[in-house]
């Protein structure tokens, strides 16, 4: 049984205003992928292609109009199946976003670990010390604030914060994007790393190939909703050249300085 199953997810976004006549927009559409545990899977697309949608919906936060989303063989919708919850985590582009700035690392880690495992205080201490080794940070770490902290540093805080409940699946959903070449490279390293120790899968969400090249066992590109590619490999995306991986490819290169145009 694959630890992940989608089975022609479709999604729409009504038009929220009173007596609105505009069509709904599709989303997603009849979309299905299944993912083995411990692999990566890339998924890879332009803006607006629907992808941190689909993130969204493989976390239990947004039901899909269409399609089931089965997690260990158990559609996550039913209103019977909520052990999901500890199983999938996910971190975010933005961690400045994504925690809270009133509370210390310590705190802001130790929130699924009360939630979902309900450690004794001595038992908690000793897990949030061995989940800031485990992330390349210091104990004493823990009691700093998130201004305390760079970038990349408060990046592995969310991925402490995502690792705490030894979850099945992270979903990446552009969690390389913001940072610099060095952290990225870095954060790349310590999320190969954490996936071979723990044995996680993730949904790598990202537009950067370099980066999806990096972590990802298996690439899908999403174009409108649509899955319009699925390479297996490493090898068969890398020397894929059919008009997506193109389009795909294209967009990131353009970012070179050397290929900007300037607008006036
Ligand atoms: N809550 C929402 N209500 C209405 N429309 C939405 C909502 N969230 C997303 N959309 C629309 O759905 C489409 C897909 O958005 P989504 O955020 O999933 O794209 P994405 O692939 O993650 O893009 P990006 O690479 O820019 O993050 C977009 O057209 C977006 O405007
Ligand atoms: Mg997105």
Do not use: W
């Not at 479709?10 to 993912?35: I, K, M, P």
């Not at 689909?54 to 936060?61: A, D, E, M, P, W």
């Not at 990096?214 to 890398?238: C, E, H, K, N, W």
């Amino acid at each position: 049984m694959s630890l992940l199953q989608l089975e022609h997810v479709s999604h729409r976004y009504g038009n929220q205003r009173f007596l609105a006549r505009q069509a709904e927009q599709t989303v997603l559409q009849d979309v299905s992928l299944t993912l083995e545990a411990g692999t990566c899977l890339g998924l890879l697309g332009r803006s607006g292609a629907g992808k941190s949608t689909l993130g969204r919906i493989l976390l239990g936060l947004e039901r899909p109009k269409a399609g089931r989303v089965l997690f260990n063989g158990q559609d996550i919708y039913d209103a019977a199946s909520k052990d999901f919850r500890k199983d999938i985590q996910v971190v975010f582009q933005d961690s400045f976003a994504a925690v809270n700035p009133k509370l210390t690392a310590g705190q802001i880690i130790a929130e699924p670990l009360t939630n979902f495992l309900g450690l004794s205080p001595d038992a908690l201490d000793e897990r949030l010390g061995g989940l800031m080794t485990q992330v390349g940070l210091s104990k004493t770490d823990l009691t700093k604030y998130p201004n305390q902290f760079s970038g990349g540093q408060l990046q592995r805080i969310c991925i402490a914060r995502a690792i705490a409940t030894n979850p099945k699946l992270i979903i990446l959903d552009e969690a390389v994007s913001s940072l610099d070449m060095v952290n990225k490279a870095l954060i790349l390293d310590l999320l190969r790393n954490l996936k071979e120790t723990l044995g996680l899968a993730y949904v790598f969400i990202t537009h950067d190939v370099q980066a999806a090249q990096a972590l990802s066992d298996r690439f899908m590109i999403l174009d409108q909703g649509q899955l319009v590619g699925d390479y297996p490999t490493l090898r068969s995306f890398s020397e894929a050249t059919d008009e997506h991986v193109q389009a795909i490819r294209q967009a990131v290169l353009a970012i070179h300085p050397r290929d900007r145009t300037i607008r006036k």
